[in-house]
């Protein structure tokens, strides 16, 4: 066993073994499994006790999870249950990221120094919540298919598609790319445009075409 594979080893016993009993006991009090990782992160990250260090080593593993999270999650849904959730979609969520996205960069905006295209760029993405850390409280205490859920399902959804709009408002009030030969923000705001509707119409002419022939 090479030094890499003893090291990612021993940092998965640590995590197992901070996690597991601190998950048992927030769930025992009603506060969730999210809650209970996020303070054995806490306890055993580098700002803690230091028990396991190089974080950005072990973002690849955590960003896997998210992706089985969110997989395990798309296997209870279904295209009709989609659809009858659709004005919830499109309009609790569209609502909450305008409104709180608004409100946050006026907020902002007015208590610091800020000119509006930061305000913005900075309040957008902060009306966003986590899904990863959402969906599982919502399973956990058996409300993801109550009233309730749905509808905060709806809003979780609309947010994550919302993403690629945001990164082209972003872009397109970006004054200084990172990369000087990079082109303007409007320009990458275009190519996001251009990208979206190119997937779109593939999706709707090429690949239903070849699943109809």
């Not at 798309?74 to 409104?99: H, K, M, T, Y």
């Not at 690629?164 to 082109?183: E, M, Q």
Request: glycine share 14%; proline share 5%; charged share 10%.
């Amino acid at each position: 066993m090479t030094e890499g594979s003893h090291t990612l080893l021993r940092d998965g016993v640590i995590l197992l073994g901070f996690g597991l009993p601190l998950v048992i006991l927030f769930r025992r009090f009603g506060l969730g499994a999210v809650l209970g990782y996020l303070i054995a992160g806490a306890l055993i990250g580098p700002q803690g006790f230091g028990l396991i260090g190089d974080v950005e080593s072990k973002l690849g593993i955590a960003e896997l999870g998210i992706v089985l999270l969110l997989f395990l999650v798309g296997l209870e849904l279904n295209p009709s249950r989609l659809w009858r959730l659709r004005r919830d979609i499109f309009g609790f969520g569209l609502a909450q990221v305008i409104l709180c996205g608004f409100a946050l960069s006026a907020l902002i905006f007015g208590v610091t120094a800020f000119s509006g295209a930061a305000a913005m760029a900075l309040g957008l993405p902060l009306a966003l919540s986590s899904t990863a850390q959402v969906l599982p409280m919502l399973r956990s205490a058996g409300r993801l298919n109550t009233p309730f859920g749905e509808r905060a399902f709806s809003v979780l959804l609309f947010q994550d598609l919302s993403i690629v709009p945001l990164i082209t408002i972003i872009a397109a009030l970006s004054r200084a790319p990172v990369d000087a030969s990079a082109p303007p923000g409007w320009l990458l705001g275009l190519y996001t445009i251009g990208a979206v509707i190119g997937l779109v119409l593939a999706g709707r002419y090429i690949l239903n075409h070849r699943c109809s022939g």
